[in-house]
């Protein structure tokens, strides 16, 4: 078995296996180039040879033991039939949902045919994985309900995401509704990624700790447990990942209650504090600094080389705490993936 989907289904592996969020982006040269043939962020998500090499070519370099599918979690909302365009600069930009009409106008009916381009991708790099890497595991995902509500009803990335929390508490019926939505056709989503070639995957709630402990429990563990029982019941033995970004010490009812094998750590999480805040038979990843890769050296050795101590002798997979960083060097994440390994 590929040694990511042992630590994923419960073994201590050991080294690691190793893969970062945004391995595939702006750092690598390659990607670069090959984004320059597509002006139009959405169109190259949707462009299955493009986004499956962009997904292999970190493969190539670095031989990571999992393969990020690439896409953005924002596709879902799109395929949904809401706008969505993204700017240089300003990220991405949608019409803002806030009213009920409009989530009731969300067409779940033809969202599986509008990614059948990302579906087509997952083949494509499941077929070179397969020939030409056949250690590395293929990693589909989806965003959380949650953090997609926040982008859909913000019209965009924001640093409080106030429209949002305003409309789950004055609105309720109404988010419950468009949280109900995200949730089922994400099922509906991953369980096609998995068809079509996704051996893991992994669910990214970045904007989790904006909620207090009630609005977590009920915006972004019941979305994760529904979705991880509905995955685990049509496609048994496949590994999910939760990632609930800045959750704190809810992390641990996240970990007992979400139904997730692995969970995530963010940069601000202690490894230390969250092993014996978890039960031992849950997997953990992460979480190096994005800036300690940045700066590598030094730094980043005696950064990744705590969070290897406090990860010794369970299931753990070595990733960051957050995506790498466009400025960094690919040098630094190839030294990273060696002291990993161990060389």
């Known amino acids: 078995m590929k040694r990511l989907l042992q630590a994923l289904g419960g073994d201590a592996v050991w080294p690691p296996p190793i893969w970062l969020m945004r391995q595939a982006g702006r750092y690598l040269p390659e990607y670069r180039q090959l984004r320059a043939e597509t002006p139009d962020f959405v169109s190259f998500c949707l462009d299955p040879k493009r986004a499956a090499d962009a997904t292999l070519q970190p493969i190539r370099r670095f031989g990571m033991d999992g393969a990020i599918l690439f896409s953005d979690i924002l ?4 395929a949904l039939g809401r706008d969505l365009t993204f700017t240089e600069g300003h990220g991405p930009r949608l019409t803002p949902l806030r009213a009920v009409d409009e989530v009731l106008a969300l067409d779940k009916s033809r969202f599986l045919d509008r990614v059948a381009p990302v579906l087509e991708t997952i083949g494509l790099i499941r077929s070179e ?5 056949p250690e590395t595991a293929l990693i589909g995902f989806v965003g959380a309900p949650f953090t997609v509500a926040c982008y859909m009803i913000e019209g965009g990335g924001s640093k409080e995401f106030a429209e949002t929390r305003r409309m789950a ?5 109404t988010f419950d509704q468009l949280i109900a939505v995200l949730t089922e056709t994400s099922i509906d989503y991953l369980s096609a990624q998995i068809a079509a070639g996704a051996e893991a995957v992994m669910l990214f709630d970045s904007w989790a700790g904006l909620l207090s402990p009630t609005g977590f429990e009920r915006h972004v563990i019941g979305p994760a447990a529904r979705i991880a029982a509905a995955i685990g019941q049509r496609h048994p033995g496949v ?3 939760g990632f609930p970004r800045l959750a704190g010490t809810m992390i641990a009812a996240y970990a007992e209650q979400a139904g997730v094998g692995t969970v995530g750590m963010d940069t601000a999480a202690d490894p230390r504090v969250v092993r014996r805040l978890v039960p031992e038979a849950t997997g953990l990843q992460g979480n190096l600094d994005p800036f300690a890769l940045l700066q590598g050296g030094e730094v980043m050795e005696r950064e990744a080389r705590a969070i290897l101590d406090a990860m010794n002798n369970r299931p753990f997979v070595f990733n960051l705490g957050h995506g790498v960083m466009p400025p960094t060097p690919p040098a630094h994440v190839a030294a990273l993936v060696d002291l990993v390994r161990g060389r």
Do not use: C, N, T
Request: no cysteine; aromatic share 6%; glycine share 6%.
């Open 129 to 133: 994985l397969a020939q030409k890497h």
């Open 169 to 173: 508490a004055a609105s309720p019926g």
């Open 75 to 78: 596709i879902l909302p799109w």
């Open 239 to 241: 590994p999910m990942i």
